[in-house]
């Protein structure tokens, strides 16, 4: 269907994108490049257990037109308590300034939308925009290139730093059916800043639709930019989102995935260390069922020496659903004392769900520390044995057992409220028994709303404290049958 | 309150338990004796429900009720526990929380009303002192990184909150230094009373210089091949387990 993009963008490139002269140049050879390259297919080594057949096999077309009928109340189960906090709204890919709040900012911090960025920050997107998320052999950031409009740009001046979180709330509702949005987000922390950043993808209904975002973040000398990327798109929708980071010296790069929704997402963080003393922290969460599919690809470019990365990624697979992770740490001849830790711990509810991990690393330098590994599991039938034999039911004992399996990553967001959301949200998403293996979290708006669930799973999370501190970080032993990786 | 008739279990088709008969009343304490390999921890944990056993023949009756009939958890909301002889280790799950989620998960299936976690912690203050825990190990994961002695005290901490009427110690005793080897006891004595009972798995008689019993069974083979009163334990540790057990197949 790469016909439908073709007419999409004569039509789109003709008006000039609404974007300045030296973008032009940019889509044009973008396009090229995508059409060149098509769809992925499973020949692809990265894409050998993520077939892109479905989205290639659709026709979805590109809304230009702001639609939707997203009012703030729908909002609410998504700004995770807090609509106080610098938020920029977009509905269907289209911002929605009438949702969005970026009038408090503290001076030397800048959020906007893409559309006045080419006007108000035109030097900004000239330095950094398309500098990292490269696309020679990307085709989904090829065709988000060629198709930029709309999307975030966040900057941080010098020595500054931001108390409040930044959201960016890419929403789509029952208008967005057969539409495909391209959000292109820039966040620019320069030295010695802090900012906190959540990007959010959440659907009101569940439409099929398709969403192709890429995010461009530039973390200068010293500063630290926490990251935390929430994909609760519709579980009819396809979700491709990239994020490359570009770390300078003695940066510290904080990611978090949480991945819920979606018919197929394929989320890629990718982040080069290149410059000494920096630090990167790639943490996350999935959890499907049904006949969902999700794929995280994660690369950690050690470019410079002495740096760390941390990376810890779980998933929790049901139904005959089917988890993807294929973690990379390249280790360059420069980077010595390198140290690089990573793993992935699955968990199987069911007997159809299947993962496929692969953790790699590639080493080139021969002063360096790095370990990984993946474990694929069941519920421990002894756990499960002890728990009865105390009185606890199965259904408390296997959802108690599931959710302590999350809590263990969770437990590293620090965001107060937004660790707290998630966790309520994980809890209660193994706690929906009237629905018995037919729950599935649709990332709708009044499945949140549900007042006397929130307070069963609010009730439950208070006691969180102390299972935080006791959790610590042992092996894996709720998950029986560890597999060591290769 | 427990009867146990001609009750045969097999694990993996092999069969481990040929035909135990006892009965257990009110008040009482038994102390279950024998030999490696003879059953006695099979016996123990096929009361409390374990999924590696399968009953092949015989009845356990508890209050007169099919005890075999019932979930494991069902079993425990009426009332039996299982001091494990491996506690489990559960990661993520701070001990208090299980405590607390299984004292309010007994108190819903008897109709009683949940305890809120203010409530629950004077309950655990009182319990932690009978076994000298320390409340950190409240925070803790369940079993996670405790010694060997801290598992066992942790079983009968367990035991305590949960107040059972009819408590099964597998092998509690072992792996216990003398120090820790009263404090359990110690705790296994406070919580008996009238109307409550105890059966005591042990391979030494040890422990029953502590928690003394009132009958004695010595298993062998799968079978008991001899019952008595106190005595009878210490008979089997002047005389080791080859007097009473030769001629029985293992």
Request: glycine content about 8%.
């Amino acid at each position: 269907m790469i016909q439908a993009y073709r007419e999409d963008f004569a039509a789109f490139s003709a008006n000039g994108g609404g974007s300045p002269e030296w973008i032009a140049p940019l889509r044009l050879s973008a396009f090229d490049r995508f059409v060149t390259l098509g769809f992925p297919t499973m020949r692809n080594e990265d894409w050998h257990f993520t077939s892109a057949a479905a989205i290639a096999e659709r026709e979805f077309r590109m809304m230009l037109t702001p639609g939707g009928e997203v009012k703030a109340a729908d909002l609410v189960p998504f700004t995770f308590g807090h609509p106080e906090w610098p938020t920029l709204v977009f509905v269907n890919g289209r911002f929605a300034p009438d949702l969005s709040n970026v009038d408090a900012l503290p001076a030397g911090v800048r959020v906007m939308e893409l559309a006045r960025a080419w006007r108000e920050s035109p030097d900004i997107l000239r330095r950094h925009l398309t500098k990292f998320a490269v696309y020679d052999d990307q085709s989904f950031t090829a065709l988000n290139t060629a198709f930029m409009y709309d999307g975030a740009v966040v900057h941080i001046e010098a020595n500054r730093s931001v108390d409040k979180p930044i959201h960016l709330l890419f929403v789509s509702d029952a208008l967005a059916a057969k539409g495909v949005s391209h959000p292109r987000n820039l966040i620019v922390a320069e030295h010695h800043t802090d900012v906190t950043i959540l990007e959010s993808y959440v659907a009101l209904g569940d439409a099929t639709y398709f969403t192709n975002a890429v995010t461009e973040v530039a973390v200068e000398d010293a500063a630290t930019v926490r990251h935390y990327r929430i994909q609760r798109e519709s579980t009819r929708a396809f979700h491709i989102g990239t994020t490359q980071a570009h770390q300078a010296r003695d940066s510290h790069y904080i990611s978090f995935s949480f991945a819920t929704g979606a018919a197929l997402s394929r989320t890629n963080i990718y982040t080069t260390l290149d410059g000494p003393g920096g630090g990167s922290t790639l943490n996350g969460l999935y959890m499907v069922d049904g006949e969902q599919h999700v794929d995280h690809q994660t690369r950690i470019e050690h470019a410079q020496p002495n740096c760390f990365s941390r990376e810890v990624y779980k998933g929790i697979l049901d139904g005959a659903s089917h988890g993807v992770f294929n973690g990379k740490v390249y280790v360059h001849p420069i980077a010595q004392k390198t140290d690089g830790k990573q793993s992935n711990n699955n968990l199987l509810l069911s007997d159809k769900a299947r993962i496929d991990t692969k953790p790699q690393l590639e080493i080139f330098a021969d002063d360096v520390k790095c370990t990984h590994g993946a474990t694929v599991g069941r519920i421990d039938e002894l756990a499960l044995f002890y728990m009865k034999s105390r009185g606890i039911g199965a259904r408390m004992a296997r959802r108690l057992l599931t959710y302590a399996f999350a809590a263990e990553v969770l437990e590293q967001i620090e965001l107060e409220p937004v660790r707290q959301r998630l966790e309520e949200m994980t809890l209660k998403r193994f706690t929906n028994e009237e629905q018995g293996g037919g729950r599935r979290e649709v990332g709708s708006g009044n499945e949140e709303g549900g007042g006397k669930r929130e307070a069963a799973g609010a009730s439950m999370v208070q006691e969180k404290g102390t299972m935080a501190r006791g959790s610590g970080s042992g092996p894996q032993a709720i998950v029986s049958d560890s597999i060591p990786a290769s | 309150m427990l009867q146990v008739k001609n009750l045969h279990a097999a694990a993996n088709g092999k069969p481990i338990l040929r035909g135990i008969d006892f009965s257990v009343n009110e008040g009482e304490v038994h102390a279950v004796m024998g030999p490696n390999g003879s059953g006695k921890s099979t016996l123990a944990q096929v009361i409390a429900g374990h999924p590696a056993y399968e009953v092949t023949e015989g009845q356990v009756l508890y209050d007169g009720k099919d005890l075999l009939g019932m979930q494991p958890e069902e079993r425990a909301q009426a009332g039996v526990f299982l001091a494990f002889q491996y506690p489990v280790e559960i990661p993520g799950v701070s001990n208090s929380y299980f405590l607390r989620t299984a004292y309010n998960e007994i108190r819903k299936a008897r109709g009683l009303e949940e305890a809120d976690p203010l409530d629950f912690l004077e309950v655990m203050a009182e319990k932690l002192k009978l076994v000298h825990m320390n409340e950190d190990m409240l925070s803790r994961s369940v079993n996670m990184g405790f010694s060997g002695g801290e598992k066992k005290r942790n079983e009968i901490l367990q035991m305590a909150v949960l107040d059972p009427r009819l408590a099964i110690l597998d092998e509690t005793d072992s792996g216990l230094d003398i120090d820790a080897l009263r404090i359990v006891a110690d705790g296994v004595n406070k919580l008996r009373r009238a109307n409550n009972s105890t059966v005591v798995v042990t391979h030494y008689q040890r422990l029953l210089n502590y928690i003394v019993p009132d009958r004695v069974h010595v298993l062998a083979g799968g079978r008991i091949v001899r019952s008595g009163g106190k005595e009878l334990a210490l008979e089997l540790e002047a005389r080791g387990y080859e007097w009473m057990t030769e001629g029985v197949p293992a």
